[in-house]
């Protein structure tokens, strides 16, 4: 790009005198612009677009019955940038291309050792999951629950989400202090955290966007590509 100002001068002095002091001043403005940087600006741009694309490496992935762990998959979009896609609309490998994932759950079988999300992730995990190799690669986990009506097994699919990601070589990030909850049991309590984000969309559905905002930080302070 700095070659075009002396070529263009140099053309000009075979031109017109009206004409070639036209080019000599197009030359002359094209130089001040090049050294303000004015004319590297489109490539800032697209250097920034190519800083920004990384995001689009993690897959934010969930499954609903009601509705609500989709309505908390959408305030962790909107936090993100990231598109919210239902597990049942993926298989083994589009999920092992991410490299990084955000994946999220009711608890429908309560109690249950197994499939207790009652969702298509009950399936997966079981099925194409076991197969892949995530090693390297970070999951935080999210849950939706009912403190007041289901309080003994507040969020327990999220553990086992856990386990099942754990054993493919995955590193789970993104534990949450169990304060301001009012559960009684979770399987998915380890210490004094959760493994995961846990919301409450029938008993606390005002503080979930809060929540989901701090967590969000909180797993890209932890290496979630974000």
């Known amino acids: 790009s700095t070659l075009f100002p002396y070529t263009t001068l140099f053309r000009s002095q075979h031109r017109p005198d009206a004409e070639r002091t036209e080019m000599l001043f197009a030359a002359q403005s094209m130089m001040f612009q090049a050294a303000a940087g004015l004319v590297a600006a489109p490539l800032a741009a ?61 608890t429908w079988h309560t109690g249950a050792d197994t499939e207790r999300s009652g969702t298509a992730w009950d399936e997966f995990i079981y099925g194409d999951l076991a197969t892949l190799d995530l090693k390297g690669k970070k999951v935080a986990i999210f849950g939706l629950g009912d403190q007041s009506g289901y309080g003994d097994n507040f969020c327990d699919a999220m553990d086992e989400l856990k386990t099942c990601f754990a054993n493919q070589g995955a590193e789970i ?29 029938e008993n606390q559905p005002d503080m979930s966007e809060e929540r989901v905002k701090a967590w969000v930080a909180q797993i890209k302070g932890e290496g979630m590509p974000l």
């Open 173 to 201: 990030v993104g534990a949450w202090p169990t304060d301001g909850y009012d559960h009684m049991e979770s399987k998915s309590v380890e210490g004094d955290k959760f493994v995961g984000l846990p919301c409450d969309e």
């Open 46 to 106: 697209r250097s920034v677009e190519r800083v920004a694309a990384p995001s689009m490496a993690v897959g934010l992935v969930y499954s609903t019955t009601t509705g609500n762990t989709e309505t908390v998959a959408g305030y962790i979009a909107e936090e993100t940038g990231l598109s919210a896609v239902d597990i049942a609309d993926l298989n083994g490998e589009s999920v092992a291309a991410f490299d990084g994932l955000i994946v999220g759950a009711p």
